[in-house]
């Protein structure tokens, strides 16, 4: 009967047991046996108090649990330890989370150095360099204190020989049999010695990790005193009782997985060990403990855990101008006229907490936020658009171990890029990289270590439920280990000006424990945003402040602006940067200014994730994982090495903080729109330059009174050309008050002069801020005049059976009769054409084609792909005309790939000019039920010492359709080689649009081709082939094809962000079922 009971009771509560055991004790004359296992429920835990209260209906019984190697009797008495294993085992011997602060021992060091790196303190000793270090396969291995090896610390363990990485994206590394891992369970053990340094001896020491992965025990003189988890999060253990005069003894045991790891499911390459810095920090005996600062617009509140007499000193710059004691560990400063937090104008003032002879600095700006009616978030009461990326510590090197140079450089390029927010994809980055976003002024989303993606694929397929309660969102035994992420994030942050919102975590599905963490966030802090992605499953309940979604459509997004919910709506996540693209962050940044409630968003990626051994970049699968997401994980708005793609200088331009709209161009009336959130354009000049075929005709500077986010038009004094030859634009860039091209990002990064007690603005110069426009005006038509033959020069043709030449001179064109195509082109005795010139459709499919690739066909087995990669060439009729004035040769013919019917019929008509040019006129037609193409035009391949070239178009670097904002149109030269873009895929890149001439030549320019039009083409200069770009895996594997290989298209489909988004936006794609396009091909010699 008690055995039923307890089956009964056990479902009835939903209590989680791998088994149950139940006997009678020996001293009882009862005799009773039970072992039930519940295996309804898919994961099986084991909740001690459940068993307790179970004791009721038999007092005399002996009740056990068994859970996976742990076996808990009566009140829970531990036989077989695997805390890693315990969701509700979480920490031992931790120090409660605090905020971040350094102490100093006096009040000069520690407005030196501030809170930013303690280098100045006396109090903090640095325990980053060599230590000694095991590699054991398991926890239980055993293993000697001899013959140890060296690690670099902080570091992971894989980037330092030791392991494979491993890259996934959405499915965990292990089995998903939560809280359990696996058995062979790797455990990295570090070892070093330290001595006090004398004057810390009668006080208390500290011991700080800042990123630890996963779990790890701490001792101390081969003590155990501690135990943690939680990867991304501080941990913070006291030592002062465990020391020892003289040498001391550190020795860390990390295991590479534990309970913890469910929810660090992020995509990113896994990495373990001590990655972050390591210290100490030596304090009073009654030292402060924590601190809350809270600011408005002129207000600066604190509350401090103190003991003893506390006072507050805040400094603009090396002026002293407020002085306070706490009362009861709190205190309030007004400052009249405080100059005010934003990401454009970061301004920060100095606070120094004296107290048990400690000083402890912030770095503290006045800023409020809150949300408008209109739902527009306001900044010191202003709206603003947040213009951002998602970070993820990587480096191609050191893995999650970035130095300090490295953050700092990241940020600055992100400023040269217009970027003015950060998302911390996710997990809370280090206080270092906080603290350099106050200064800075960048607008944080600040988001806890939370990610379980994998459980949508934890049986098989893909499963997401607007509510699911298998998820350990849910689950009873995991509150606390959700909970304290989100606490320890919040306390270790809380006095960061630069965090805008708090985020709960990422891809998690949604249970109870989101609402417990929200609400808790909301009691402690009401002067933040809360954010959490996942909660519009349930229509993003009232809790949340902003409702955020990711790769939403430029559509969508319109109808997102106009719904009835009057809050913020944020982009979490959009434009995936993955490979060549995004292409369409423009189009979103328009939609964004377009309407009061769209808040903006944040790209999706910084960094392209890689492993980089002897040169070689290296993604999933390369390391022999079992499971992987292949090069998913190279999706970064810059490379690895941080070296700029075309995609970051499209993101500045669509980010920059103005924009010119031409209002009349006769007149020179053109329309300037400040986006700036808080600067006036006054604070810089504009220039302005007027092009001509490349060539300035006429520049000016602009310096108005233009306030942020307003428009003023502008009459410029410019005198328009009658007509041009390729175009005529207007340029226009922004200087500041050096003549320097910049952002203004006035941080506050101390230099000589503070000795002086002044304040200096430093500026961090953009790169991207400069826009063109081009002109309506009269083009001269010169290339159709030459089909008027001279009399003196009159062209040739000759045929036979095989071929038909076109000559004049000693220039001929010889097409076969048999595919209709032309095979050769020459001048005199030399061929210039390694391949025949024919038309195709097909591009290397760029990581963002990674939906459409399979319709326009890679696989042979693909039953809706038309195959254009596998294309056939179909002459049906040839014939050669000479007439009065004109020689051509006429061909139609049809394109079709394997297995299908042809999707382009067309008729090309070749003619020769009097000046030995070859007019080339294309009329096609596609298959109406064909997909959309990714490109058209025609292909060739010249002799590879042909690979000089110049055109008048748009560059100088790669650009298409939906990615051309940075790429003025003007005069460049280049080179094959140079054309070539390393993206570690391989994949289409190199493109050129709106080109109106072009000329291909060797390195003495005495052998070449020109390619000329009154129209406008696209064109592409390659050391490799379509082909060759397609099938390699890797950059480095990429074999030339000894020639130069030339693309001429009518139009080329944009990039978009397909490989985690939204289709490609129709205007970018080539649609168009009728096609007509024209231009002349020319060999020379001299």
């Known amino acids: 009967m008690v055995a039923v009971k307890l089956a009964q009771y056990a479902l009835r509560k939903k209590v989680y047991l791998s088994e149950i055991g139940i006997e009678s004790n020996p001293s009882s004359n009862r005799k009773i046996s039970f072992v039930s296992k519940y295996i309804d429920l898919p994961f099986l835990h084991f909740n001690k108090k459940y068993l307790d209260e179970a004791q009721r209906y038999e007092g005399s019984l002996k009740i056990t649990a068994n859970y996976r190697g742990e076996e808990r009797i009566g009140k829970g008495k531990i036989m077989n330890k695997q805390e890693w294993q315990d ?249 009249e006229g405080a100059r005010t937090w934003t990401a454009e104008t970061p301004y920060l003032y100095s606070l120094i907490l004296v107290s048990a002879e400690e000083y402890l600095p912030f770095k503290v700006g006045f800023r409020s936020i809150r949300v408008s009616a209109e739902g527009e978030v306001l900044v010191n009461g202003c709206p603003i658009k947040l213009k951002g990326v998602n970070y993820h510590s990587t480096h191609p090197q050191t893995g999650h171990t970035i130095s300090r140079e490295d953050i700092l450089n990241d940020l600055k390029l992100m400023k040269k890029l217009n970027i003015n927010a950060i998302r911390t994809s996710h997990y809370p980055q280090t206080p270092y990289f906080l603290s350099l976003c106050d200064e800075l002024g960048f607008y944080v989303i600040d988001e806890a270590d939370i990610e379980m993606h994998g459980f949508v694929s934890r049986y098989t397929g893909w ?188 993101v500045a331009a669509a980010y920059a903080p103005f924009r010119i709209n031409i209002k009349d161009e006769k007149a020179g009336l053109v329309e300037i729109e400040n986006r700036f959130d808080f600067i006036n354009l006054q604070e810089f000049s504009i220039q302005w330059w007027l092009e001509t075929d490349g060539q300035m005709i006429q520049q000016g500077m602009i310096n108005e009174d233009i306030p942020a986010r307003l428009f003023k038009e502008i009459q410029l004094p410019m005198a328009l050309p009658q007509s041009h030859q390729f175009a005529t634009t207007l340029n226009f860039r922004l200087l500041d008050d050096a003549g320097r091209v910049g952002v203004l990002a006035g941080n506050q990064r101390r230099e000589s002069s503070e000795e002086r007690g002044e304040h200096v603005n430093q500026k961090w110069w953009g790169l991207m801020v400069e826009t063109g426009v081009q002109l309506e005006l009269k083009t001269i038509q010169r290339l159709n005049q030459r089909l008027l033959q001279p009399e003196d020069n009159f062209p040739y043709i000759k045929q036979d059976q095989d071929q038909i030449i076109l000559g004049n001179g000693q220039i001929q064109y010889v097409f076969s009769k048999h595919t209709g195509l032309l095979e050769e082109m020459k001048y005199g005795e030399v061929n210039l054409l390694t391949s025949p010139l024919c038309l195709s459709a097909f591009r290397a499919p760029t990581d963002n084609d990674r939906k459409i690739k399979h319709s326009w066909g890679l696989f042979a087995d693909n039953r809706s792909a038309w195959n254009l990669n596998r294309q056939f060439h179909k002459c049906y009729q040839i014939e050669a005309e000479s007439a009065e004035n004109r020689i051509q040769v006429m061909v139609e013919g049809s394109l079709a790939g394997v297995a299908r019917v042809p999707f382009a019929r067309y008729r090309a008509v070749y003619t020769i000019t009097g000046d030995g040019y070859l007019q080339v006129k294309i009329q096609a037609g596609i298959e109406e039920r064909c997909i959309w193409l990714p490109r058209f035009g025609v292909e060739f391949s010249l002799l590879n010492e042909i690979n000089h070239f110049e055109y008048f178009g748009k560059g100088p670097w790669e650009n298409y359709q939906d990615s051309s904002h940075l790429s003025p149109l003007g005069r460049y030269q280049s080179t094959a080689a140079a054309e070539y ?67 001429i298209d009518y139009k080329v489909s944009g990039l978009g962000s397909g490989s985690c988004g939204p289709e490609l936006l129709e205007k970018y794609r080539l649609l168009e079922k009728e096609l007509e396009f024209e231009f002349y091909l020319k060999p020379f010699r001299s």
């Open 463 to 650: 499963e997401y439920k607007s509510y699911d309660k298998d998820w350990l969102t849910d689950h009873p035994l995991w509150e606390e280990a959700l909970m304290e992420r989100v606490r320890r994030m919040y306390e270790w942050d809380k006095n960061h000006v630069s965090v805008l919102m708090w985020s709960l975590g990422n891809e998690s599905g949604y249970g109870r424990h989101f609402d417990k963490m929200g609400e808790w966030i909301k009691s402690k802090d009401k002067t933040r945003l809360l954010h959490y992605e996942r909660a519009n499953m349930l229509g993003t309940p009232a809790l949340f402040d902003v409702v955020s979604h990711m790769y939403t459509s430029v559509d969508k997004l319109k109808e997102m602006a106009q719904d009835q919910d009057k809050r913020p709506v944020f982009l979490c996540e959009y434009a995936h940067a993955m490979g060549n693209g995004p292409g369409d962050v423009y189009d979103y940044t328009e939609i964004f200014y377009q309407h009061p409630k769209l808040l903006g968003g944040c790209i999706w990626e910084w960094a392209d994730h890689v492993v980089e051994r002897d040169g070689k970049r290296y993604y999933g699968g390369d390391f022999g994982e079992l499971t992987n997401d292949s090069n998913f994980c190279v999706d970064g708005l810059v490379f690895a090495d941080r070296s700029l793609k075309a995609g970051s200088r499209e």
């Open 981 to 1047: 873009v390393a993206y570690v895929k391989p994949q289409e890149h190199g493109n050129h649009e709106e080109t109106r001439y072009l000329k291909l030549y060797n390195a003495g320019n005495d052998m070449g081709v020109s390619v000329e039009t009154d129209q406008q083409f696209a064109f592409r200069v390659s050391e490799y082939t379509s082909a060759e770009l397609t099938d390699k895996r890797h950059d480095f594997e990429l074999v030339k094809s000894g020639s130069t290989e030339i693309r």
């Open 87 to 335: 969701p509700t085992f979480l920490w031992k011997g931790r120090e409660k989370e605090r905020a971040y602060y350094m102490p100093f021992p006096d009040f000069q060091a520690a407005l030196e150095d501030g809170q930013v790196t303690g280098a100045k303190s006396s109090w903090y000793f640095d325990l980053a360099g060599d230590w000694d270090f095991k590699y054991l396969s398991s926890y239980y291995q055993k293993w000697s204190d001899e013959c140890w090896d060296s690690i670099t610390v902080p570091s992971c363990i894989q980037m330092q020989g030791y392991e494979e990485p491993v890259y996934t994206n959405v499915n965990y590394p292990h089995p998903v049999d939560p809280p359990f891992v696996p058995d062979e369970n790797p455990c990295s053990i570090y070892k070093r010695r330290f001595s006090l340094p004398p004057a810390w001896q009668g006080r208390r020491t500290y011991l700080v990790f800042e990123g630890v992965n996963s779990a790890y025990y701490l001792l101390i003189n081969g003590q155990e005193i501690g135990y943690s988890q939680s990867s991304h999060n501080i941990a913070e253990f006291e030592l002062t009782d465990y020391l020892q005069p003289g040498e001391n003894e550190i020795m860390v045991k990390v295991l590479k997985w534990c309970d913890g790891s469910y929810l660090e499911d992020q995509d990113f390459f896994r990495f373990t060990g001590i990655f972050r810095d390591v210290y100490l920090l030596s304090r009073s005996n009654a030292h402060v403990r924590d601190v809350d600062i809270i600011t408005t617009e002129n207000k600066l509140s604190i509350i401090a855990e103190v003991t003893e007499r506390a006072e507050i000193y805040l400094f603009d710059g090396r002026q002293l101008i407020a002085q306070k004691e706490l009362i009861s560990g709190k205190a309030e400063i007004v400052v």
